[in-house]
């Protein structure tokens, strides 16, 4: 690291492991994010697609009682 960048984090009080460790967590945490998302995404386009709306689905269901 430079030495002007030191003296800027030392400015601002910047710890350089702690930084670098929150860096890491949101990143981690990022990529967690994008495994869920593509999971899910892989479980819906299983699902099939109904040709129906949700109100036509309640209102057949109730016409069933």
Aim: overall charge negative; charged content about 50%.
């Amino acid at each position: 690291m430079d030495k002007e960048l030191r003296e800027e984090m030392e400015k601002h009080d910047m710890k350089l492991n702690e930084e670098i460790e929150g860096f890491i967590r949101k990143r981690v945490e990022q990529l967690e994010k994008g495994e869920i998302l593509k999971k899910i995404n892989e479980i819906l386009f299983l699902i099939p697609e109904t040709k129906s709306n949700s109100a036509e689905m309640v209102r057949e269901d109730r016409d069933n009682y």
